[in-house]
């Protein structure tokens, strides 16, 4: 694991709130310059928890520059559930894939928790992204990193058992979105046994089986809303070894 991937970028908006973001987002990945005109953007928006923010095969086209907060990103089964595709946190942009072609959405957002965003419309957006050529850049690069991450754990939970699979979700997401806590780190949103199931691409009594071996082992405990990662090291031997 690279030590920046753990890594924050403290910023501030034009109104001189700080914030707080991973590098691995879109906002984390830029220089205050940079940020400062996306972050000019649109108009500022607080979700409470629970709230969906954009609804799969919606015809609405506007996207949201997350601020703080954490998003579930779901789709609809064929036989009716809720699949969890991805998560989403401050720094990182949700409902631009729609922005950008105009389709109907592809998925749906739903607040984790408090939610602060700026809800920036297409045309905006798209004349924005005529006009600075190198955040255009910074965009394009964040979707297709979005669709190799897809791909990807598509291809490498190819002929794992179940328990390497809840592994590598709970590595991935302590990766990106958790809060660094000695050896290890804290994943503060909540993710039910359910949404780590379709996650993980397993049925939810052998995910219930695969966590209580994850803490057997000392690599995680689990408690109210969170998951703690105890040793980083640990987890990703037992993901990736």
């Not at 920046?4 to 879109?26: E, F, K, M, Q, V």
């Not at 991805?86 to 389709?103: H, K, S, T, Y």
Request: charged share 25%; glycine share 8%; aromatic share 4%.
């Amino acid at each position: 694991m690279a030590a920046d991937d753990r890594s924050r970028r403290d910023g501030d908006d034009p109104s001189g709130r700080a914030w707080t973001w991973p590098l691995s987002s879109l906002l984390g990945s830029l220089s205050a310059a940079e940020r400062e005109p996306l972050l000019t953007l649109g108009t500022e928006v607080r979700y409470p928890a629970n709230r969906v923010l954009l609804r799969e095969s919606d015809r609405t086209d506007f996207l949201l520059v997350l601020l703080a907060g954490v998003v579930k990103v779901t789709g609809r089964t064929h036989d009716h559930r809720d699949a969890l595709l991805a998560v989403r946190m401050g720094g990182d942009l949700v409902g631009e894939f729609a922005a950008v072609d105009g389709r109907p959405r592809s998925a749906t957002v739903t607040s984790c928790g408090q939610v602060t965003a700026r809800t920036v419309s297409r045309p905006a957006f798209l004349d924005f992204m005529r006009r600075e050529p190198r955040i255009a850049q910074a965009v394009n690069a964040s979707i297709v990193t979005k669709l190799r991450a897809a791909n990807d754990r598509r291809i490498d939970f190819t002929g794992c058992d179940t328990a390497t699979r809840v592994a590598r979700v709970i590595h991935q997401i302590a990766v990106t979105y958790g809060e660094p806590a000695g050896a290890g780190a804290v994943i503060r949103w909540p993710i039910t046994q359910p949404e780590l199931a379709t996650l993980s691409g397993a049925a939810e009594p052998t995910v219930h089986k695969a966590l209580r071996r994850l803490r057997e082992s000392g690599a995680v405990t689990t408690g109210y809303r969170t998951i703690r990662v105890e040793s980083m090291a640990l987890l990703e031997t037992i993901a990736y070894s």
